[in-house]
């Protein structure tokens, strides 16, 4: 395909051009448009293309800077005194910026190609039953744990490494636990047509580029929605952090949750498994592992855990 998929040509054409654009794409890699949409956020704007697919949306590619030096803007009180408890308890010898560059990947510059991308975290070895599985009545253990939570008027169930319950609208719906590998989970993708974004691909697509320590700034905004740290007033509301980006994706906003990212080894972004919020660190030790600066995590074996691991299928766009 011969066309501006580049960030700065394709700002550049309008929506008819656009929309004719997107609807080539769509009878190229068998997915229905359904429109263009615009995302603003964190003063950065994407006009893109929606995709009935799996909610794909077009990221279009660009020649970025990626990784983190320096603060560009400087941090706030609260993070900054934040900051300083953690130095003082590790007795860490540098200063703050130092201790944050630990956790940080080099700054470098590459170029990301387009590509069609899944707007939503995607589960990795949970199968949706019915209560009427074989494989489900073969343990009248989890049913009974089961049918006390529901009688104690709880949510969600989780009974790890075995089965999940969930319930939306007031019906259950059963899940399976099953393993998985690394290898075999980019072998799924690539029978599906799909595959996984690499590590500088996804912190393209969460920071788009950006300078400071997160899409929005240096720091930690105490006035956000943040998950794990909620303000009573704001119960009920969006999380702030898992709004859709300048993208239009949903993506980095739950230290908990692993995002697995193409590489030799099974190696993750966008988390850290929870070990900062666990280790109780505050708001912003907690998130960084979020920032699109952070370091892969390479991992020491193939065994994907489906409570922390997900992943989000990417098509790469062939411009040629």
Known sequence: MDGPLYLPQYEELGPPEKTALMQ?????????????????????????????????????????????????????????????????????????EELIREDMAPVRQVTIAPMLVSRQLEEIGWEPVTFQDPRLLAHPDWLEDFRQHERAGGGGLNLVGCARFDC??????????????YPQLRELLRGQGFSLPTADEW?????????????????????????????????????????????????????????????????????????????????????????PHWKPEVHEDDMLDNDFDFCRPIIRVDTD
């Open 168 to 181: 939306l609208d007031g019906q259950w719906q059963p899940y399976l636990s099953y393993d998985m590998t």
């Open 24 to 96: 080539t794409l769509a009878e190229r890699y068998g997915l229905l448009f359904k429109g263009l949409r615009t995302f603003s956020r964190w003063g950065r704007h994407c006009t893109t293309g929606l995709f009935e697919k799996a909610g794909r949306e077009l990221v279009p590619g660009d020649t970025v800077t990626l990784g983190w030096e320096r603060l560009a803007v400087g941090l706030g009180e609260a993070d900054r005194a934040e900051l300083e408890e953690v130095r003082d308890e590790y007795a860490y010898p540098g200063t703050l």
């Open 203 to 291: 912190a393209y697509l969460c920071g788009g580029g950006c300078r400071t320590l997160f899409p929005w700034g240096d720091g930690i905004d105490l006035d956000m929605h943040l998950r794990y740290f909620e303000d009573p007033e704001k119960k009920g509301t969006p999380y702030d952090m898992q709004e859709p980006n300048f993208f239009g994706l949903s993506i980095a906003y739950d230290p908990y949750k692993r995002e697995v990212v193409e590489a030799e080894t099974f190696t993750t972004c966008g988390g850290d498994g929870g070990c900062n919020l666990c280790g109780g660190m505050g708001p912003l030790m907690g998130f960084l592992s979020c920032s």
